[in-house]
């Protein structure tokens, strides 16, 4: 049973940093690309950041690039989302997400598979 559960968010003034981290049991993170979303009240899932399943390559939303950072620890299976100069605009919910390689753009959140319970991350101004 594929389990992801992520932590780390909470309240934070703007400017300020916070790290996310995502657990996951019951699936190996290098055989998978792993994806951060993020949803606020009354919007859509928006991509943030993934990470491939090689490790070697990481893609951002234009709205964090600069600013956010992924990574992975294959020896713990996480995967980490590094958020500095954090803006009111950040504020939302965040999920981790595994997505098949090969099964569509890792862009999309349709495409991911397995889901956290999401964290919240609230930066205030």
């Known amino acids: 049973q594929v389990q992801l559960v992520e932590s780390g968010g909470g309240l934070v003034q703007a400017g300020g940093s916070v790290r996310l981290s995502c657990a996951v049991s019951?699936?190996?993170?290098?055989?998978?690309?792993m994806g951060w979303f993020r949803q606020a009240p009354g919007q859509e899932r928006d991509f943030v950041a993934v990470i491939t399943w090689s490790g070697t390559s990481t893609r951002y939303a234009d709205s964090v690039k600069g600013r956010f950072t992924i990574s992975r620890d294959s020896a713990k299976n996480t995967v980490d989302l590094q958020m500095n100069s954090l803006k009111p605009e950040d504020t939302a919910v965040y999920y981790c997400a595994t997505h098949p390689p090969g099964s569509g753009s890792y862009y999309n959140h349709a495409f991911y598979d397995s889901w956290g319970q999401g964290t919240q991350v609230t930066v205030s101004s």
């Open positions: 019951g699936r190996t993170i290098s055989r998978y690309n």
